[in-house]
């Protein structure tokens, strides 16, 4: 239960007694029952840069958004926003990139689109803070619930992986 450990003891027992009763996955599936068809660096730079112009136009440009293997759960890291500043003929150039894990090539759409808002986010705000949360809720009005479900996905697979040792 490690990725619940910030939530409530209510939450958390409710999650326990999905898993005791093994209907955790059966209880994922229904809501989102399929994956997204976004494999590429391409569409996922361009599905990135949609959400950015609807919600953040006035935001700093992304140089890459990009699937990366070096971002992983195991690391604490779901998507990356790396703000890079480079000396260039005396001056200096700052460019953003967001670096997502690639388990996310295999999830559903809405999870994808939570951590991209996620990292957006962090355009604007770089804290977790108040105004942080606000404007994830504005790009997605579920970012809280997708947080959670995204967080009981992980707890699944942490699951079924052990099952196999």
Same mark, same amino acid.
């Given at each position: 239960?490690?990725?619940?450990?910030?939530? $409530?003891? !209510?939450? &958390?027992q409710q999650v326990r007694q999905l898993v005791e009763q093994g209907r955790l996955k059966e209880?994922?599936?229904?809501r989102y029952p399929?994956?997204?068809?976004? $494999?590429? !660096?391409? &569409?996922?730079?361009r599905y990135g840069q949609d959400l950015k112009q609807r919600y953040m136009k006035k935001a700093p440009p992304l140089?890459?958004?990009?699937?990366?293997?070096?971002v992983s759960v195991l690391h604490h890291a779901l998507g990356l926003n790396a703000h890079i500043t480079r000396a260039h003929g005396g001056k200096l150039?700052?460019?953003?990139?967001i670096r997502i894990d690639p388990c996310f090539k295999r999830c559903p759409e809405d999870f994808l689109?939570?951590?991209?808002?996620?990292e957006l986010a962090h355009l604007k705000e770089r804290d977790h803070n108040k105004s942080f949360y606000q404007l994830c809720q504005h790009m997605e009005p579920d970012y809280f619930q997708l947080e959670l479900d995204?967080?009981?996905m992980l707890t699944w697979q942490e699951i079924e992986q052990e099952s196999l040792y």
């Open positions: 239960m490690k990725y619940l450990s910030g939530y $409530s003891d !209510n939450i &958390q209880y994922l599936l229904k399929s994956a997204h068809d976004l $494999s590429s !660096n391409d &569409q996922l730079y140089k890459k958004i990009i699937f990366d293997p070096k150039k700052a460019s953003h990139e689109r939570m951590i991209l808002v996620h995204l967080r009981l």
